[in-house]
């Protein structure tokens, strides 16, 4: 499959592919000239257009100051020189303050406002449409009406931001800030009509010639240049396409052994196609063959196979480090090989949730998470192990739980998780907030069961969730202990205490474990059985190494945000110190116990082969 792939792109190159996208900017002119056609000509003088003056109409006889002055910014936003001069400053930081010039992003943004530009003057040369029939309240340019230059511009400079927040960027700001961005085109798009300046239909045809120039731009510059990486990174710098488990060269100054393969380290790189993009896959490529790994095995996740073939290589041999570049999922299929082994995992956290990157307190640039652990150490910290009815063995590193949690990522939309991220889940979670309570009861470290209703069940080795929530307070990934939290809010009054209290444990960095029954801490008032009640009883904490949670009826369950099948059981328990994490610093900033037979508590021997587990 790669010797085809290689192929392909010999016949079918980045500038020729990206000349063809090109065409489609003449089938745009031509769609947008044939709208223009069918506004002026077909449907001039039937319903619906019949109705559309009546809105200028309506803004004129109820101007006043206030909204004047707000669609006089708006359009100065988009007028000529206010998009021309915004898109030059973008453009100019584009090129200055990244490490490296991003020109594929310059270039998108640059090309994206100068095409809509020349596609509405060409529209305007066929079509002419006259401006609503209203006092005016700006210079009418010589142009026709349709269709507004305004929005289309708006939407090409805008949008195109937003484009580029959304793909180069992560963490959970990026929503927001792209969400803010694109509400400019429609608010210029309604100040215009305000104004006098355009029919509806015209702000129509503005969005629609806007959001076309970004598609196509978007296949010149973004997506063809993705696909260019990608048949680069299949080919060596001789031109040779690579086969099977990828490798890097010998770099300038290395001896290479009489079998060609490098002196280097080995490393395998077990990596998510859709979370680790084919930029992302290039820089984790250079940046391990900067830190001495020269043999490189990289190895793509499956739906059968989360872990690839990383059991395969490491029952091999000789593997000096592994790298999860994905999502949690990936995460756990990897430490599920790698724990108990000696072989270290380094996170490059680039999919939906990355709370175990987030909890290990890494970078959220995944390259930056990269260079900054392999500048670092070895540190061990826990994983549990979690089975069931109908659920095997398996390692987590993060959280297992069963109800409201699980049903939510059982069924978020794989689709609006590529395109939103975590907030996919909570679009999915406003489908579960009438779900029944659960009966179950719980067993800690083979105690007396302890019976109870809730609505979710959360069983974790770390505790903090996006945006720096603390569900679970006291948990930590080197106590040696697993926390667990049975959430059940009853009725409005108990949401709003749990969100009240959950929303009072937001965090930006890890804070010193909170002991039973300190009131600054999680814990709130002590129940029976030694546990924490908080939020009015809607949500009560415990604490064990080995938990075992029995329902009354088969629940969704899940795995480090893997949906799980179905299941009236959940046993887990914890594995101290059995994960090697290769970390820039110690968790919680204080070295971590090794797991046994590892060797010492903390091992930077990032310049150094490691040997233990061979």
Same mark, same amino acid.
């Given at each position: 499959m790669t010797g085809n792939k290689g192929s392909m792109? *010999?016949?079918?190159?980045?500038?020729?592919?990206r000349l063809r996208y090109a065409?489609? @900017?003449?089938? %745009? =002119?031509?769609?947008?000239?044939?709208l223009g056609f069918f506004v002026t000509r077909v449907a001039d003088g039937h319903w619906p257009l019949t109705l559309e003056?009546?809105?200028?109409?309506?803004?004129?006889?109820?101007?006043?100051?206030?909204?004047?002055?707000?669609?006089?910014?708006?359009s100065l936003m988009a007028s000529t020189e206010g998009i021309v001069g915004v898109t030059l400053v973008c453009v100019a930081a584009l090129l200055v303050l990244p490490r490296a010039p991003r020109w594929t992003e310059a270039g998108f943004l640059g090309a994206s406002v100068a095409v809509q530009s020349a596609v509405f003057l060409? @529209? *305007?040369?066929? @079509? /002419?449409?006259?401006?609503?029939?209203?006092p005016q309240l700006d210079g009418a340019p010589p142009t026709s009406s349709f269709p507004s230059g305004h929005v289309g511009a708006s939407v090409a400079l805008y949008g195109g931001l937003a484009t580029l927040v959304l793909s180069r960027t992560r963490g959970p700001w990026r929503y927001l800030t792209a969400g803010v961005l694109l509400l400019v085109p429609p608010a210029v798009g309604l100040s215009r009509v305000y104004r006098g300046m355009h029919h509806p239909s015209d702000v129509a045809g503005g969005l629609l010639n806007g959001g076309a120039t970004l598609l196509v731009m978007g296949l010149v510059f973004l997506y063809g240049r993705d696909r260019d990486r990608d048949s680069a990174s299949e080919r060596t710098p001789y031109g040779v396409p690579r086969g099977g488990a990828e490798e890097v060269p010998a770099q300038p100054g290395r001896l290479a052994r009489t079998d060609g393969r490098p002196t280097g380290r080995r490393v395998v790189? @077990?990596?998510?196609?859709h979370n680790c993009p084919d930029e992302l896959a290039a820089q984790v490529r250079t940046r391990l063959g900067r830190h001495g790994f020269t043999d490189q095995r990289w190895t793509? *996740?499956?739906? /059968? +196979?989360?872990?690839?073939? !990383?059991?395969?290589?490491c029952a091999a041999g000789d593997v000096d480090l592994v790298v999860a570049c994905g999502g949690d999922g990936t995460v756990r299929a990897c430490a599920d090989v790698v724990a108990g082994t000696g072989i270290p995992l380094a996170l490059v956290p680039c999919g939906t949730g990355n709370l175990l990157a987030r909890n290990l307190d890494l970078p959220a640039d995944p390259a930056t998470a990269l260079e900054e652990a392999l500048d670092g150490g070895d540190f061990g910290i826990d994983v549990g192990r979690v089975e069931g009815d109908g659920l095997p063995p398996t390692r987590f590193a993060v959280m297992t739980g069963a109800g409201f949690d699980a049903a939510m990522v059982r069924d978020a939309s794989p689709a609006?998780?590529? +395109?939103?991220?975590?907030?996919?889940? *909570?679009?999915?979670?406003?489908?579960?907030?009438?779900?029944?309570?659960?009966?179950?009861?719980?067993?800690?470290?083979?105690?007396?069961?302890?019976?109870?209703? =809730?609505?979710?069940?959360v069983i974790g080795?770390?505790?903090?969730? %996006?945006?720096? !929530? /603390?569900?679970?307070?006291? =948990?930590?990934?080197?106590?040696?202990?697993?926390?667990?939290?049975?959430?059940?809010?009853?009725?409005?009054?108990?949401w709003l205490a749990a969100a009240t209290h959950l929303a009072a444990r937001v965090v930006r960095r890890p804070a010193p474990a909170p002991t039973p029954g300190d009131p600054n801490g999680a814990n709130g008032a002590n129940g029976a059985n030694g546990a924490d009640v908080v939020a009015g009883g809607s949500l009560e904490y415990f604490s064990a190494t080995r938990i075992e949670v029995r329902f009354a009826r088969a629940q969704a369950r899940e795995v480090d945000g893997d949906s799980m099948s179905e299941g009236a059981l959940l046993t887990a328990g914890i594995e101290p110190g059995a994960l090697r994490m290769r970390l820039p610093r110690a968790p919680g900033a204080t070295a971590l116990p090794h797991a046994p037979g590892h060797g010492s508590q903390t091992q930077h021997t990032q310049h150094t082969p490691h040997t233990a587990h061979h």
């Open positions: 792109t *010999t016949e079918n190159g980045g500038p020729a592919r065409w489609l @900017v003449a089938a %745009q =002119a031509t769609l947008m000239i044939l003056d009546r809105l200028p109409r309506a803004f004129a006889e109820h101007r006043s100051p206030l909204g004047n002055g707000l669609s006089a910014g708006l060409l @529209v *305007t040369i066929f @079509v /002419e449409r006259p401006r609503p029939e209203v790189v @077990v990596r998510h196609p793509s *996740t499956t739906v /059968e +196979r989360p872990g690839g073939g !990383l059991a395969e290589e609006l998780k590529a +395109r939103l991220g975590w907030v996919a889940y *909570t679009l999915s979670a406003a489908r579960h907030l009438r779900d029944p309570r659960m009966r179950l009861n719980i067993r800690l470290d083979g105690g007396r069961r302890i019976r109870r209703r =809730a609505r979710m069940v080795n770390v505790g903090t969730l %996006q945006g720096g !929530l /603390e569900l679970l307070p006291r =948990a930590r990934p080197d106590s040696g202990r697993l926390e667990i939290v049975l959430f059940d809010p009853r009725g409005a009054a108990g």
